[in-house]
Nanobody, 124 residues
């Protein structure tokens, strides 16, 4: 059984930082893409940042480039999202998700495995 355990959300003021973690277990293949999505009310889930387990290739949404950094610790099967210079518009529930293969697509429909959300609140 695949499990994705997300943690690290919280409340910060604008300009602050948070680090999200996602620990994966039970993924059936070594080559997978894992990362973070967020759900804006009334819109589809948006791919925020993704990383491939084999190549280390990364994807960032334009809205977070230069502020967020995704990294992975394969020994711990854990992916981290360091979020700096947070803005009120970053407020959202962030979901960890994984898909088999190396495609770095931000389309949530490609992702078969989802963890529970973790809430990030940024106040102005």
């Amino acid at each position: 059984e695949v499990q994705l355990q997300a943690s690290g959300g919280g409340s910060v003021q604008a300009g602050g930082s948070l680090r999200l973690s996602c620990t994966a277990s039970g993924l059936p293949f070594d080559d997978y893409t894992i990362g973070w999505f967020r759900q804006v009310p009334g819109k589809e889930r948006e791919g925020v940042s993704l990383i491939n387990s084999n190549t280390g290739s990364t994807y960032y949404a334009d809205s977070v480039k230069g502020r967020f950094t995704i990294s992975s610790d394969n020994a711990k099967n854990t992916v981290y999202l360091q979020m700096n210079s947070l803005k009120p518009e970053d407020t959202d529930v962030y979901y960890c998700a994984a898909s088999i293969g190396s495609q770095l697509t931000p389309d949530h429909k490609w992702y078969d495995y989802w963890g529970q959300g973790t809430l990030v609140t940024v106040s102005s």
